[in-house]
């Protein structure tokens, strides 16, 4: 084979960013969690070829012929998934000034800045999202879909993302985008275009118009929430006509429900309707607990906004302020009994709420609050596959998977927090990040006279 001296050169520079579609690649490290297991694999071994893995395990031989990626005191583990996070927005600041800038900035620039959110959301190692909600005051654009497909085509550097579009919720209600504006100050009510419908074929319509326009998963708001501004946080938002309508149209249409619900009776109404997930949870009682076990009805229990939130309270209005400490106060009596009772428990943070990247922060709450680090971690990976609808692809590290892995240093099993130090992400069979993110490099090398202070 003749190859030049330039195109050698050329391929050493590149050989550890991007491989050949068929070249095998070996990671090896310390330790693997495989996914299914519930210890560790010690000298884990993940050949990789293409897109996919060609085969897992312990201590497995390696072919002379592969690129062997030796991770040494790590802990190799399927890529990260996250059930709840948005994408298109940040939320983390100050709440007043978040909602002026979103009727000061262009949609498009919105667009931009999300890239970026997208970038350090893979870059944490989180391979895969399931983005529950996008939408920006007065306007149709439908960025969420726009960022998935242009992370498919490989055009960005982000996580797969199931998407949503617009959230599904009543007049006046946790996702009505004009709530606490002046009526009539955008020229129009929102209506189902923009996932505001009241009545069950309206909500069909709602549903109907979603999936034609690229939604993946059906939100809706059942309850009320902690950042809106004219409801109460566990009034219930649709009736039960609604939400078998909102359940019936989704699954007719091969589409899961994910539903954003802290109150009790919001929740057992949506239990009982057969919604796929519930979001937050925060005032479910037991014996809500109990008919969603017997429903294997997922929980995502995003308990990294409610932390979030109560750290940063005065960034928030008086009346935000009591919802989020009533939902905080009642979530963590809620999370220990559905760990306790064995409910399901899909892994999802509500980025957004909180900076994006910082997703694995979720991992130690869970742990905190009673949950075994195995666990944990299946629920970011196995559990969320599940209920994603991806678990024939992802989710473990097996033969046949797309090869989405991540490594962390040492050992999660013996410190959750290692989940927030991933040293090296492959998706679909490429390495997306080894070493430092590119934030981290900037962070090394800024002098600390030079770095702007923490707002
Ligand atoms: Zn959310």
């Known amino acids: 084979m003749k190859i030049t001296r330039y195109v050698g050169v050329a391929f050493l520079c590149f050989a550890v960013a991007v491989h050949a579609a068929d070249e095998l690649i070996a990671m090896k490290a310390a330790r693997m969690f495989?996914?299914?297991?519930?210890?560790?694999v010690q000298d884990g071994v993940v050949l990789v070829e293409g897109n996919k893995i060609v085969d897992a395990g312990s201590n497995l031989p390696i072919p002379s012929a592969a690129h062997v990626i030796d991770l040494g005191d790590a802990t190799l583990c399927p890529?990260?998934?996250?059930?709840?996070t948005h994408l298109t927005s940040d939320y983390s600041g100050d709440f007043n000034q978040r909602r002026l800038k979103e009727v000061d900035l262009n949609v498009s620039e919105q667009a931009i800045i999300?890239?970026?959110?997208?970038?350090?959301?893979?870059?944490a190692g989180f391979t895969t999202v399931r983005d529950l909600g996008s939408r920006f005051v007065g306007s149709r654009e439908l960025v969420d879909v726009a960022?998935?497909?242009?992370?498919?085509?490989?055009?960005?550097?982000?996580?797969?993302?199931?998407?949503?579009?617009?959230?599904?919720?009543?007049?006046?209600?946790?996702?009505?985008?004009?709530?606490?504006?002046?009526?009539?100050?955008?020229?129009?009510?929102?209506?189902?275009?923009?996932?505001?419908?009241?009545?069950?074929?309206?909500?069909?319509?709602?549903?109907?118009?979603?999936?034609?326009?690229?939604?993946?998963?059906?939100?809706?708001a059942v309850s009320g929430g902690v950042l809106s501004l004219a409801d109460e946080v566990d009034t219930p938002q649709l009736t039960p006509a609604e939400m078998a309508a909102l359940v019936d149209e989704s699954h007719r249409l091969r589409k899961k429900v994910a539903v954003?619900?802290?109150?009790?009776?919001?929740?057992?109404?949506?239990?009982?309707?057969?919604?796929?997930?519930?979001?937050?949870?925060?005032?479910?009682?037991?014996?809500?607990?109990?008919?969603?076990?017997?429903?294997?009805t997922f929980l995502t229990p995003t308990l990294l906004a409610t932390e979030w939130i109560m750290g940063k309270i005065d960034n928030y209005p008086p009346a935000l302020q009591a919802k989020a400490k009533a939902a905080a106060a009642a979530r963590s009596d809620m999370f220990r009994n559905a760990v306790k009772m064995g409910v399901r428990i899909s892994f999802g943070t509500d980025a957004s709420?909180?900076?994006?990247?910082q997703n694995a922060k979720?991992?130690?709450?869970?742990?905190?609050?009673?949950?075994?680090?195995?666990?944990?971690?299946?629920?970011?990976?196995?559990?969320?596959?599940?209920?994603?609808?991806?678990?024939?692809?992802?989710?473990?590290?097996?033969?046949?998977?797309?090869?989405?892995?991540?490594?962390?240093?040492?050992?999660?099993?013996?410190?959750?927090?290692?989940?927030?130090?991933?040293?090296?992400?492959m998706k679909e069979g490429k390495v997306i990040r080894q070493g430092p993110t590119a934030a981290q490099k900037t962070e090394n090398a800024a002098s600390p006279h030079l770095t702007a202070p923490a707002d």
């Open 34 to 40: 495989d996914g299914k297991s519930n210890t560790l």
């Open 79 to 84: 890529g990260f998934m996250d059930a709840h």
């Open 114 to 123: 999300a890239t970026a959110y997208a970038r350090s959301t893979v870059e």
């Open 147 to 220: 960022l998935r497909n242009s992370i498919n085509k490989g055009l960005i550097v982000g996580p797969r993302m199931l998407v949503a579009t617009k959230g599904i919720g009543a007049t006046g209600g946790h996702f009505d985008p004009t709530n606490g504006f002046r009526d009539f100050l955008f020229g129009r009510e929102p209506d189902y275009t923009d996932g505001i419908a009241d009545g069950p074929d309206e909500i069909r319509k709602a549903v109907r118009f979603e999936v034609k326009n690229g939604a993946d998963v059906i939100k809706a």
């Open 260 to 296: 954003h619900c802290h109150g009790d009776q919001a929740a057992r109404e949506a239990i009982e309707a057969g919604v796929d997930s519930i979001e937050h949870g925060s005032f479910m009682k037991p014996e809500t607990l109990t008919v969603m076990k017997k429903k294997r």
């Open 353 to 357: 709420v909180y900076p994006h990247g």
């Open 362 to 425: 979720e991992f130690k709450l869970m742990v905190d609050l009673g949950m075994n680090p195995i666990d944990a971690l299946k629920s970011a990976t196995t559990n969320d596959a599940e209920l994603l609808g991806i678990s024939q692809k992802l989710g473990t590290l097996e033969k046949g998977k797309l090869a989405d892995l991540i490594a962390v240093p040492g050992d999660p099993t013996v410190d959750i927090t290692a989940t927030e130090r991933v040293s090296f992400v």
